[in-house]
């Protein structure tokens, strides 16, 4: 049986991988994607926590997050569609028309 | 071994009923082959070239609201597992979390997202500009 | 389990079943046909209304994860009021800038339903999806002019550092669970209040995520960065519901984590929401000033009046706690006026929210000019409003809870807000009118939640003592 710090541990550096994806990556898609690596990241500790515990309730919450994100990544896409209607470009540098 | 007779049954006749159906197929059904019924994917499109080409968007806006209410699916499989101990209570809020869900089904449906192609389309304003 | 009864969820299933109906009529709505949409949405918040104040003092539990006790109402009756105002003003709007009614009520109230969800939340989990909720439902408000590039581009923005905040706010959710082995507060209040003295590392990283989380919800510095282009890119009245609704209702689920389950480590947290809170005002402030464009200048006003409601958590004495509530409602009422009348007097072709469009209003609308004065004012902390009265109790909390640093920090800003929203009303007043920019015409029922919103500044300016005696009793009812 795989200890669940081994868990806690892979899920961290996902955090983090996704965490570092949304400030290096230059392409708008990628940074959802990095925002999905973090919630999955999420999910992880949640299976592990819950098995530790030898109840469901860490994986019914994925089931709810699982839920929540792929709503959020619907309408994340649809407002770079949008974006990119107006602006023809997925890079976030060139969306400056408002100070960031 | 009695119970593993009900498997053979059932192996027998899952094997046979597609059998049957395929052999019936080849006998009856016109054969009228063309390269784009032969092809692996028969779904309207060129299934080879280059992939960089533009799709509609209504590829992305269809795609979207599959991947909605595909992934609320995901809470039938845990409703079913735990049917019984839910009991009645459980049934009704499942049925009241697909009532919401409809809602916004409907919606997709008469804004049009679901009208495929421009036949409908054109169908659809010329109904609109009769009425 | 489930043998609780749905009493508490009442509120958010009225707004919810309002914002189906809206969808459904949006859905079968013939093309050109006009529907008032609006106004069944007002039923469903007055509705939710009723059945918030038959709730009260009742604390009831439904599911075991929402409770309706004093605190949660209270909020809910505050975000019931910002969503009633809300509908109020974009009337005009929505016509004017030719919005899509349907969904943009719908989404409206949607907004409204997650934030009573986040009020009333008494599970992690439930607090995660109601915010959810309700972002998911601002983030597209904020682009629903989708022929606006800026408007688009404003809710990519938040819609990006949003997202990414609530994966934050998750993680600490995990780790809470992982500790206490549930997401129910009062389940987790019991392990922390057990743990209080084992100095666990893990629960500082919770505590930790779960802030981080927060802090982007109210725009406290240093996560406050999308706020000013959320705020500036989308419509005026949109503005003035996320920046009141959103920010009262992560307020209220912050108070309820922060006071109650994390009130053992409030010795590890409180140095931590103190620098919060200063920085909040002090940034928001000094920013402000700087700013030409009205409504990024409210946007920085805002993020400072988030510090000034972190100087009541960080206080959380009786009187502080008071003060919290009594605060979100003045701030809630004042502010949503002020984007109000930024709202009125666009047109659609130009936003007209530079400062230089304000130039001499008093000489074409005096009573939008006016109405907007005691906005400011108030916004000001100046007497007789109720931003005055709000900043008052906040400080004096504040020093009876020996944290003279935070009072001198809010006074300070508060006296250099001042010159900002002076400007304003100065440019109004002394300036002539450059060129014939004529206003729209305001419709009746903005106008009318404009004026009632201006009474209820100078009612709660002048008689604060039974909103205050109310928001005292509520708060007692859970900390």
């Known amino acids: 049986m795989i200890p669940l710090g081994h868990y806690l541990i892979v899920s961290a550096m996902l955090f983090a991988i996704g965490t570092a994806g949304v400030f290096l990556r230059r392409n708008l898609i990628t940074i959802l994607l990095s925002i999905e690596i973090m919630l999955n990241a999420v999910n992880l500790s949640f299976v592990a926590f819950g098995r530790q515990f030898g109840s469901v309730d860490g994986q019914i919450i994925v089931f709810f997050v699982m839920t929540v994100a792929a709503a959020e990544a619907a309408v994340g896409l649809a407002i770079v569609i949008a974006l990119f209607r107006h602006r023809e470009s997925l890079n976030p540098d060139a969306f400056t028309s408002l100070k960031w | ?131 | 389990m489930f043998s609780s009864g749905i009493d508490a969820v009442v509120p958010m299933l009225c707004v919810t079943l309002a914002a189906l109906a809206v969808m459904g009529a949006e859905a079968f709505r013939a093309r050109g046909e006009q529907l008032p949409l609006g106004g069944l949405g007002v039923v469903g918040l007055v509705g939710a209304a009723i059945s918030a104040v038959l709730l009260w003092n009742r604390n009831a539990v439904s599911f075991g994860v929402v409770v309706a006790d004093n605190f949660g109402l209270f909020v809910t009756l505050v975000l019931l009021l910002v969503a009633l105002l809300t509908i109020m003003f974009s009337s005009t709007v929505v016509r004017r800038d030719g919005l899509p009614a349907g969904e943009y009520y719908a989404l409206v109230l949607f907004a409204t339903a997650g934030m009573i969800m986040m009020a009333t939340a008494n599970d992690l989990l439930v607090v995660f999806i109601a915010l959810e909720i309700l972002s998911i439902a601002v983030y597209v408000l904020t682009g629903i002019r989708r022929d606006d590039s800026r408007a688009i581009e404003a809710a990519f923005k938040y819609f990006l550092l949003g997202a990414f905040s609530s994966a934050f706010f998750l993680y600490g959710i995990a780790f809470t669970y992982g500790l206490a082995g549930s997401t129910r507060l009062d389940r987790v209040g019991t392990y922390m209040a057990a743990q209080s003295m084992s100095g666990n590392p893990l629960i500082l990283v919770a505590l930790g995520l779960l802030l981080v989380g927060f802090a982007f919800k109210i725009s406290a510095v240093p996560f406050h960065m999308w706020t000013p282009d959320a705020y500036e890119g989308a419509p005026a009245v949109v503005t003035g519901f996320m920046s009141t609704g959103v920010k009262a209702a992560a307020f209220a689920a912050f108070a309820r984590v922060f006071l109650s389950v994390f009130e053992p480590f409030s010795g590890e947290w409180a140095p931590l929401v103190w620098l919060l809170a200063a920085a909040t005002m002090i940034l928001g402030t000094v920013v402000g000033v700087a700013q030409s464009n009205l409504k990024r200048m409210l946007a920085y006003s805002s993020i400072a009046h988030g510090g000034y409601l972190l100087v009541g958590l960080v206080a959380a004495n009786q009187v502080g706690k008071a003060a919290i509530l009594f605060y979100l409602l003045a701030y809630a009422v004042t502010n949503l006026a002020a984007f109000g009348v930024i709202a009125l007097l666009g047109t659609r072709e130009a936003a007209n929210d530079e400062l230089r469009d304000y130039a001499g209003l008093w000489h074409t609308r005096p009573a939008l000019a006016a109405l907007m004065t005691v906005c400011l004012l108030s916004l000001g902390g100046l007497p007789p409003t109720a931003g005055f009265i709000g900043k008052w109790y906040i400080f004096s909390a504040a020093v009876s809870a020996g944290y003279y640093g935070l009072a001198v920090i809010g006074v300070l800003t508060s006296v250099v807000s001042v010159f900002f929203y002076l400007r304003v009303v100065v440019m109004m007043y002394m300036t002539d009118r450059p060129a014939a920019i004529a206003p729209p015409p305001v419709s009746a029922v903005a106008m009318a939640a404009l004026v009632a919103s201006i009474a209820a500044i100078i009612a709660l300016g002048i008689l604060p003592t039974p909103v205050l005696d109310f928001a005292a009793q509520s708060i007692a009812t859970i900390f």
């Open chain 2, 1 to 131: 071994m009695d119970g593993w007779l009900g498997v053979i049954i059932m192996i027998a006749l899952g094997v046979g009923f597609a059998a049957v159906m395929i052999g019936l197929s080849l006998l009856l059904g016109p054969h009228n082959p063309t390269p784009e019924k032969l092809a692996p994917y028969e779904c309207g499109m060129p299934a080879v070239g280059s992939a960089r080409e533009r799709h509609s968007v209504k590829f992305y806006l269809v795609a979207m609201i599959f991947l909605l209410f595909d992934i609320e699916v995901a809470f039938l499989y845990p409703w079913a597992v735990a049917l019984r101990d839910l009991g009645w209570a459980g049934f009704v809020q499942l049925v009241t979390f697909f009532l919401i869900l409809s809602v916004g089904y409907v919606y997709v449906w008469r804004k049009g997202v679901l009208d495929w192609g421009p036949a409908a389309r054109a169908g659809r304003h010329a109904a609109r500009r009769a009425a």
